[in-house]
């Protein structure tokens, strides 16, 4: 059978949206966040005026910033029944990821509004793990920044400016990343006239899919079974003849390296520097190159390059988080970018609603003696 209409699996090619929030060239390997290259802004913002930037489209003065940190700072704090809920996750043992969607979607017992679901979203995360790790959750604390409160309500210890810098250029790095499958899930759910809490949690579903949020843990894995430069080569080589994918390499947009990549590089070096001990950077780097010149070799010319999952794992490391935190840590920056799409949907809207080709069956109809008795 043929059809007038062609299908694009995936929606491949397609564009279903305009935007001014970031624009991916995979073949220059160029991400831009508001208009501005993602390393110089990731480098030098605080997420609060990367968050401010996205939903206003330029920086927030000084006033408009000390006004939208103390906003969301008088925010954080988790309803009882969140409390409630998330008590009840950790007993369960459920996937941190699932325990976010939980708890998230409770937002609307105190407000519906944008300032409060990115306020609350690392207070979730960081009160999940503690209770996973059978402590009591950390109050947040108002006079600390978004990404310095978050490092704080994990470990009860106020992080150093070199901490904070790591954590926050990442959640900078990874705030928004073009029309993704979770943002997409963002904008349809938000075309509906539905709420920002549905859109946001809608959006937290499609991202825990691990085809879309990454495999961050298992990159960072793979180092750790190396252990030393010497073995790279034959552990990557038995892991590729195996027909094993290389976590950290490749990705569905960019077909040169990842640019974020280069960003959160940058930034681990910088932290395991400061820390005095570069041997497990120094490694990842060897490993890195090793895979790169391995993939080249077995698969030519399919342009597997390094992704951001790689050094994702390298950097949130450093900073003392564990692996199943991974996720959670890029939801918490995500949150910003979709809300900034939710915005933009609202700006223009138009129900979302694509068409299908029918391939079933035709000619059938209903006979009562087509049902047949026991």
């Known amino acids: 059978m043929t059809h007038d209409t062609s299908i694009a699996n995936g929606l491949e090619g397609v564009v279903a949206a305009a935007t001014r929030l970031s624009h991916v060239d995979g073949e220059a390997g160029e991400l831009l966040i508001a208009g501005y290259p993602v390393g110089e802004l990731a480098a030098h913002a605080t997420f609060e005026e990367t968050t401010w930037l996205l939903w206003h489209g330029e920086l927030p003065s000084s006033r408009e910033l000390d006004t939208f940190r103390a906003e969301l700072a008088a925010l954080r704090g988790l309803p009882p029944a969140t409390m409630a809920i998330l008590r009840e996750c950790a007993v369960s043992r459920i996937d941190a990821m699932d325990a976010l969607r939980i708890a998230l979607g409770t937002v609307s017992l105190a407000s519906t509004e944008a300032t409060a679901i990115v306020a609350i979203a690392p207070t979730i995360v960081a009160a999940f793990s503690r209770l996973t790790a059978g402590h009591e959750p950390i109050a947040p604390r108002a006079d600390l920044g978004h990404a310095a409160n978050y490092l704080y309500m994990l470990t009860g210890a106020v992080p150093d400016a070199e901490r904070v810098r790591g954590i926050e250029t ?3 790095t990874v705030v928004d990343h073009g029309l993704n499958a979770s943002t997409f899930t963002c904008r349809v759910i938000t075309s509906t006239g539905s709420d920002l809490v549905s859109a946001v949690v809608g959006a937290v579903g499609a991202l825990k899919g691990p085809l879309h949020g990454g495999a961050p843990g298992p990159a960072l894995e793979t180092v750790f079974e190396i252990g030393d430069a010497s073995r790279a080569e034959s552990v990557l080589r038995a892991k590729i003849e195996s027909g094993e994918r290389l976590m950290g390499f490749g990705h569905r947009v960019y077909k040169v390296r990842d640019p974020r990549a280069d960003v959160l590089a940058i930034a681990a070096e910088r932290l395991f520097t400061r820390a005095g001990d570069m041997r497990l950077y120094s490694l990842a780097r060897e490993v890195e190159a090793t895979a790169l010149r ?13 992704n951001v999952e790689f050094y994702t794992a390298l950097l949130l490391h450093g900073l003392g988080l564990d692996v199943p935190l991974f996720t959670p840590t890029f939801a918490i ?35 009562s003696e087509d049902i047949a008795a026991d």
């Open 333 to 367: 920056a995500r949150v910003s970018g979709w809300i900034a799409h939710a915005i933009e949907q609202r700006q223009a809207n138009r129900l979302i609603r694509p068409k299908s080709i029918y391939v079933g069956p035709r000619d059938r109809h209903w006979r």
């Open 294 to 306: 391995l993939l080249e070799e077995y698969k030519p010319g399919r342009r597997l390059q390094t």
């Open 170 to 172: 990442y959640l900078n």
